[in-house]
Every structure is written in C-alpha cells, then in structure tokens.
C-alpha cells in the first residue's frame, strides 16, 4: 500500500505542483522484497531536487491523519528529517480497485501537525519491546459522499453540508482545538475532507529551481538536512562540489550510509567511485546490508563500470559473497540504470537457486539474438536443468516456432521438457504450430492441455478435496 501512495504523491507532486521528484527513502516506490534488511536512516520518502522539500505519503484504506509515534527519543512523529514546511501526505488507497487506486491526497506541513497535536489521539500502544511504538491519529472529517458545504459555525465548530435532498450537521468538532474547513459554498467530492482540526496546506506548489541552496546543505553538520543534499547531488550536477563529497565519502567518521551516498552521487561521472561501490558491495569487512545497499546503488549507475561491477559481484568475484547479494546484483542487471541481458543468461545457469530464479525474472521479454541463440543451444544439449530453463524461458515468450523446431534434434529427455513447455505457452500461440508436431508430442499436449477441462483442476478447486479430507476427523 506504501508503495502505491508515495508513486501516486510523486506523480501528483510532479504533474500538479511542478516538483522534481526523486526517492529519498531508497525503494519507497518499489515493492521487491528482499530478506537481508538495510536498516536506513529515518528519512521522508520523498524529496524536491529544485526547492529542496521533504516528503513523507501515508496510505490507508481508510483516508487517516495517522503517523508512527514513539515515546522512545529520535522515534517520535516529528523525527525522521521533516522539517517544518515539509509535507505529510495522507492518502486513501483502494488495494480492491484493479489498477490500485489512490485517491484523496490530503497535504499538511509539519508545523500544522504540530499546532494541532493537543487535538490528536494516542493509538494503542504497542508492547514496549517493539520500543513504545503507537499510532497518533489527529481528527478529521471526510464524509463518503459529496456535497456543498452549507454553513460554518465556527464559534461552535459545526458545519453543516448538504447530504442528498437534505443537510446534515457535523457535531464532533467541538472536541477538537482548532476548527479547520472548507469554506461555505463549497461542493466537495466524496471522501474529501471537509473539516479537520489541523490546517490543510495551502502552498504545495514548487519554489523552483534553485530555491533550495543544496550546496549550504552539503556542510551541514546535521545529518537529516546533509543527506538529502548528498542524495540529490547526482541529479543536480556534482562537478562543483565534487571535493565536497569525495571529503564526505572518504571521512570515516562519518556514517556508512552517508559515504555510500556520496560515493553514489559521484559514480556516475567518476569511475573511481564505481570501484569504492564495489569494494563496499565485496570488501570482506562489509556486513551483510552494506553489501546489498552498494549493490542497490549500483545498480541505479547507468555506465558501463557499474555493470562490469554488478556482474562481479552477482558472479561472486573474488569473495564469498552472499546467494541474496549476488541475486541483487543479478536483479540489478536486469532492472537497474543499465541493463544487461547478455550478462543475466550466465547467472540464469547459476548453481544457486537464488541468483538464477533472479536472473530469469528480470530477462526482458524481448530476447536479444545472442541470448536467444544460447537458449537454442541449451535445448540442443543434453543437461536436463538448462534445457527446463530455455523451454520455459522461451514458453513465456510465446516463442512456440523456437520450441517446435528444437523438438527435433532434442533428446528425449528434453522433449519432454518442451512439450511441457508448450502446456504453458499461449495456447492461441500453439494451435498454429500444432500440425508441425510429431504424434506422441501432440498427444503429451493434448493431456496437458486437458487438464482445463477438469473442473476439479481449476485455480479455485486445485486442492480442496484434500484440504476437505483433511477436515473430516470427530472425536
Ligand atoms: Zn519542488
């Protein structure tokens, strides 16, 4: 859900305000799950490269004024690197909808949050061992219809809307400090607020370029206001303050994370800080997160360094790297600034499950030739796991003419790997390759394809006498 919200705040940000976005929060808008977490820093998942604002998206089902909050110092609501003017983004995300839909963003600063928080409520509290966490909800009222706002009594802290033929009148301001809402003759749309004890921003709009003075934020001695500034550099040209960073990426005092940053920023114009990637990514001191959080960073270099590097590392150069490192790099190949489908099939054949299930997810649809020609070859072949892997890479794809004509010289072993294939390919793909077929493969893919007429095999049926079996124990 986190990941819908900050891609529809980011493009909302963009097409609507005029913000640059990038991702401030590394993968706040992606949703690959990986087992080796990278503790980061506790940052806002968004952030302006032009005027330099932070922003944090919530998404809920239900459209909330609801943040984390903590009694533990540096874990409350206000900490994490928003500043005053930086924005909250509350939003409501529909999981049912197909696509997803996000929809109600509702922006408030930091400061308003802060003005109203004698209005806000204490979620539950959550056992002290997973360190006081609680939820802060600060009320609003977002009724699920539309209407026009009739009237405000803002003495009392009513406001009355119109509600189908009739009106109705909100009684449950008078709670709250501050009596915030649409002004009267107002029409709202359904799910919007309309009255909320914190102040709605008004100003979301971008200060331009060059509002934010991004170099001052480089010599900051605050680490929530330098690493934005170290983060953004790459996307508003290093050369300038190239010393800055190379002095913040070389000082080891300075936190892992931050150097890694800067190195980053650096990359994609200096060779030397692809290699110091690298040496973080496959150095024998790095732990585990360091590893994959240089792989990450890499992996968003679009220069050929950065792929010889990722391709050292899913290879395991030199190291005895780990299977989740090495399957980041390979996903990185694949997915990253610069990909390099030429490199994946040798990973593709990886010992490793991990790194090869990786490498064959992220293989574009589109094959290029010489990848194509290598997969012919491993059908060609006589080791049954690179044939299972070219006929199920090539079933994906629809390449049925591929997979017909590799039937002939193959052995027999590996035609039954085909004809499988073949159960899995289109079938309106198939139907016209099908007079091509020998008997006896016409008759494997014939059972195969028989198994959509049995009901008992369907998605929703596939299994449930046994789980019913399974139920008919009495004592
Ligand atoms: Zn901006």
């Not at 605050?222 to 550099?233: C, G, L, M, T």
Request: proline fraction near 4%.
């Amino acid at each position: 859900m986190g990941v819908y919200a900050a891609d529809a705040v980011a493009r909302d940000l963009e097409r609507r305000y005029g913000h640059r976005v990038i991702e401030l929060e590394r993968y706040a808008k992606a949703n690959k799950v990986w087992q080796t977490k990278v503790k980061r820093m506790r940052l806002p998942d968004l952030l302006c490269v032009d005027c330099g604002r932070r922003f944090e998206s919530k998404g809920k089902t239900k459209l909330e004024a609801k943040l984390s909050d903590s009694t533990v110092p540096g874990r409350t609501w206000r900490d994490g690197g928003m500043r005053p003017d930086d924005l909250f983004v509350f939003a409501r995300v529909d999981m049912k909808a197909d696509p997803v839909r996000v929809s109600n963003l509702v922006y408030v600063t930091r400061r308003s949050l802060e003005d109203a928080v004698s209005s806000s409520r204490e979620g539950k509290r959550k056992a002290v061992s997973e360190g006081a966490e609680m939820d802060r909800v600060w009320p609003m009222w977002a009724p699920d219809y539309a209407g026009e706002v009739v009237a405000v009594d803002e003495e009392r802290k009513k406001i009355r809307v119109t509600k189908g033929a009739g009106t109705y009148l909100y009684p449950n301001g008078s709670r709250w400090g501050a009596f915030h809402t649409l002004p009267a003759g107002t029409a709202f749309e359904a799910g919007q607020p309309v009255a909320s004890c914190f102040r709605v921003a008004e100003s979301v709009g971008c200060a331009g370029e060059g509002s934010w003075d991004w170099r001052a934020d480089l010599l900051s001695g605050d680490e929530d206001v330098r690493f934005p500034a170290v983060k953004a550099a790459r996307f508003l040209g290093t050369r300038t303050v190239e010393d800055v960073l190379l002095g913040i990426a070389q000082d080891e005092g300075n936190d892992w994370r931050l150097r890694l940053e800067a190195h980053a920023s650096l990359a994609a114009t200096r060779p030397a800080s692809v290699a110091a990637l690298l040496s973080f990514a496959s150095g024998a001191a790095s732990a585990p997160e360091v590893r994959m959080e240089a792989v990450f960073s890499l992996s968003e270099i679009d220069s050929q360094e950065a792929v010889e590097a990722l391709s050292a590392v899913a290879l395991g150069v030199g190291a005895a790297t780990a299977d989740e490192v090495r399957a980041a790099a390979a996903w990185g190949l694949g997915t990253g600034a610069r990909t390099a489908p030429g490199r994946l099939l040798r990973l593709v054949d990886d010992p490793s499950v991990l790194v090869s299930t990786h490498a064959a997810a992220v293989l574009p649809a589109r094959l290029p030739e010489e990848c194509l020609g290598e997969l012919l070859d491993w059908l060609r072949g006589d080791d049954p796991r690179r044939a299972a892997t070219a006929a199920h890479l090539l079933a994906e794809r629809d390449l049925v003419t591929e997979l017909v004509d590799a039937l002939a010289g193959a052995s027999e072993k590996v035609r039954g790997l085909i004809v499988l294939a073949l159960g899995d390919a289109s079938r309106e793909a198939v139907l016209g390759v099908v007079a091509r077929l020998d008997a006896e493969s016409r008759a494997g893919l014939a059972a195969l394809w028989a198994k959509d007429d049995d009901w008992l095999r369907q998605p929703e049926t596939d299994g449930v006498l046994d789980a019913l079996r399974l139920q008919t124990l009495r004592f």
